[in-house]
């Protein structure tokens, strides 16, 4: 019986493994939400004080700290070399041209750069140079790493432009830094492109001499040449119109040859039909020739006579007369002559039209070989006459290409020279010296202001983030199927939340406040509790928690009072015997001090009876047996058989017996109730218990497999924007008829 139950009661919780755990949830859009809800106070305190810091952030570095920001431009002029020949020059796609003045910025704020712009006379004399101290080497560095923070040269995209700027504490020094740049940058490029130039003239004049001598030996070579082979028509031989007599001779052989050879393809195939004829069947051109032969034209006329007269004898004689059969065996003897003598003159007609295509065959074959070895003499001949062409050639294009390259270096040449007196070389042009700066670039009130409410913000988010998940309370019906994976059976709201329960004990919560939302909690816990099982597997229930305080007592006593309600008999135990509270629940009337004493530890070590211990609790139908007085040794007395009689002897006496337990991680005495009772239902208070206590609690049952039926939520707080607001909300409008009715 009791297997039966454990077993029914784990297939409802899935405590024996039957059903997997729940996967570990994300937030959801509407619980972030209820968490920025929940601190939106001390967001927008964050906020505020966010935009305050900026606001003063801003004031202070514009009186202590400005900063000025001096800006001129350059011109950059397309990358490519100008033709001096021409008016207009060649187009260069803007993608390319502005990559070209990326480069000449990211070359004007290089290392080296800037450490000659720091070597001028007017640089060293400023003070932003001098606040970097008095040891040289030290204060370049500083200098340097300051230029590359705050001068920037920046190419437009769509414009020919490169911007430059710097910023620092004095506005006169930010433009005489910018002005100096400028001069170092477009000085340093017209010598440099001018240094190029020179370069590229001095290399055409040595490769113009170069081309120039073996322009000279490439007209020796052609000579040569022409002497070797002894041909003086070579430069003619390079045009393909013409053709040698020699190219025209060995084309006429290779066509002859190659229709002889169709010729012999197709002798050698009618001779193989021949020879397939010579002992096959007799064809029709063959059947013909024989048909005119003398010989069987005189046989085939000397049947038709004997046939005819054979004839005329059947009429007269009969078959059997002798003149009959003689008859028909001449017409027999001349058959046999005819077929002989066609048998003749077709072998003889076969072998001769064999005979005849293999005759053919040898004087085609023959003429073949004679076509092929004058061919073979002409290809020799055609083999010179090439090699003295590809010689030739050779040799005259390396000339003409040597013309070409000689022709083309001098114009380069002249181009050059043009080139190197041209004052758009250096491809950068000074536009004008950059003004000194009327107004402070920085701070920018556009930027503090924003930026300090911007991060007040965002640091309040953090903040109600951080403070949510540092929080590892089981406050929220999410928090129990997402961390400790059992049943909830009911959720029971703090009391704070209910204006009709206040001043009432809440332990008697379901009888003094009926139409409250915590007594219809109770009632759906009572509903859920029937739902888990059999109607007799779940009489014998464990009400327990995992630390003392969580409320295990006034849902012991709440949960009574509700199966009582529908009329059922149900005893109420006090096994806690280190913090005993229905004596206080349900107080005696005036007894005697030897019966104030009577109670569960009485009744396990046998000094009194259960009549002496159970009591009437006041309330119709609910029996109470208290605790008693703390025994010596409690462990041995709920685990004893005095204990398991008491169970199994008021089942039938009552429909159910609700056990208050002492706390699982406390006393060891709770997980031995745990084992004699049909099903136990954890208490977690959503304001005190913690994740980590209600995991171990779930742990330690399992561990004893005990049956776990689930959980109670006790205390659940109403939260802006999450769980049970609306509920609380709901429930309200919907009782407001019925209070009004029972008033």
């Known amino acids: 019986m009791v297997e039966q139950k454990q077993t029914a009661v784990n297939r409802m919780t899935g405590v024996a493994g039957a059903r997997p755990m729940l996967p570990v949830a994300a937030l959801t859009p509407k619980e972030i939400m209820g968490m920025l809800r929940r601190h939106m106070l001390l967001i927008i305190f964050l906020t505020i004080l966010g935009f305050i810091f900026g606001g003063a952030g801003w004031y202070l570095l514009k009186k202590y700290f400005p900063k000025y920001t001096a800006s001129t431009f350059i011109r950059v002029l397309p990358p490519i070399e100008k033709d001096p020949m021409t008016i207009v020059g060649g187009q260069v796609a803007k993608d390319i041209q502005y990559g070209n003045r990326m480069s000449m910025a990211a070359l004007m704020t290089q290392q080296s750069t800037l450490q000659k712009l720091i070597d001028r006379d007017k640089v060293k004399e400023t003070k932003w140079f001098k606040q970097f101290g008095q040891v040289r080497e030290k204060s370049i560095i500083k200098a340097v790493g300051d230029l590359e923070k705050r001068l920037r040269a920046g190419a437009q995209r769509d414009g020919d432009y490169i911007v430059v700027s710097m910023t620092c504490g004095d506005a006169k020094e930010s433009a005489l830094i910018v ?9 340093s490029q017209r010598s440099t492109k001018k240094a190029d130039v020179a370069e590229k003239l001095a290399r055409l004049q040595d490769q113009r ?81 024989i048909e005119g032969d003398p010989v069987m034209t005189m046989l085939a006329q000397q049947i038709a006579l004997q046939e005819a007269s054979l004839a005329s004898r059947l009429t007269k004689f009969g078959e059997n007369h002798r003149e009959v059969r003689q008859a028909q065996e001449l017409i027999n003897e001349f058959r046999e002559r005819r077929r002989v003598r066609k048998a003749e003159i077709a072998e003889q007609t076969r072998q001769a039209n064999l005979k005849n295509a293999r005759t053919i065959l040898a004087g085609l074959q023959q003429k073949y070989t004679e076509l092929e070895r004058l061919r073979q003499e002409a290809v020799a001949k055609q083999r010179e006459l090439d090699l003295a062409r590809i010689q030739y050639q050779q040799r005259a294009s390396i000339r003409d290409e040597r013309k070409l390259m000689l022709d083309s270096v001098k114009e380069q040449l002249e181009k050059l020279k043009i080139v190197l007196e041209d004052p758009e070389t250096p491809k950068v042009q000074f536009v004008g010296p950059a003004p000194v700066p009327l107004a402070v670039s920085s701070p920018k009130w556009q930027l503090y202001l924003p930026g300090g409410t911007i991060l007040g913000f965002m640091f309040g988010v953090g903040l109600t983030f951080l403070i949510e998940m540092l929080n590892d309370l089981v406050r929220m019906p999410k928090d129990v199927s997402k961390y400790l994976h059992i049943p909830l059976l009911g959720i029971i709201p703090n009391a704070d939340e209910d204006a009709q329960v206040r001043g009432i004990d809440l332990c008697h919560v379901v009888r003094q406040a009926p139409y409250s939302i915590i007594s219809e909690s109770y009632r759906r816990l009572r509903t859920n509790l029937k739902l888990s099982g059999a109607a007799d597997s779940l009489k014998v229930l464990l009400v327990a928690s995992g630390s003392a305080g969580d409320g295990k007592t006034s849902v012991a006593v709440n949960l009574a009072t509700t199966f009582v309600a529908e009329n059922k008999k149900v005893l109420l135990v006090d096994a806690n015997f280190w913090q005993p509270a229905l004596y206080a629940v349900f107080p005696r009337e005036t007894v005697g001090a030897e019966q104030a004493e009577f109670g569960l530890s009485t009744l396990l070590v046998g ?30 007395l709920l685990g004893g058989t005095q204990m398991k009689q008491l169970v199994e002897q008021q089942r039938e006496n009552y429909d159910y017996i609700i056990v208050d337990g002492p706390p699982i991680l406390l006393v060891s005495a709770a997980k031995i109730l745990a084992r004699l009772v049909d099903g136990t239902v954890l208490v977690f208070n959503a304001a005190a218990t913690r994740r980590g206590v209600a995991q171990r609690t779930i742990s330690e049952l399992k561990a004893m497999d005990a049956a776990l039926v689930g959980c109670v939520l006790l205390g659940v707080r109403i939260m802006k924007g999450g769980y049970y607001q609306e509920q609380f909300k709901s429930y309200q409008e919907y009782q407001k008829l019925q209070l009004a009715h029972s008033i």
């Open 179 to 187: 002005n100096e740049m400028v001069d170092l940058f477009i000085t």
């Open 209 to 289: 001499d170069n081309i120039q001598r073996d322009l000279d030996a490439s007209e020796r070579a052609l000579g040569e040449v022409r002497d070797r082979w002894n041909l003086t028509d070579l430069e003619g031989t390079q045009d393909q119109r013409f053709q040698h007599t020699i190219t025209l001779r060995l084309n006429d052989l290779e066509l002859a040859q190659n229709e002889l050879d169709l010729e012999i393809k197709q002798r050698q195939a009618d001779m193989e039909s021949l020879e397939q004829l010579a002992v096959g069947p007799i064809n029709e051109q063959v059947e013909n020739q």
């Open 607 to 636: 000094r009194s009876s259960y009549h002496e211990v159970v009591r009437d609790s006041g309330i119709e139908g609910l029996s109470v047996i208290d605790s008693g007085p703390l025994p010596s040794n409690p462990e041995e």
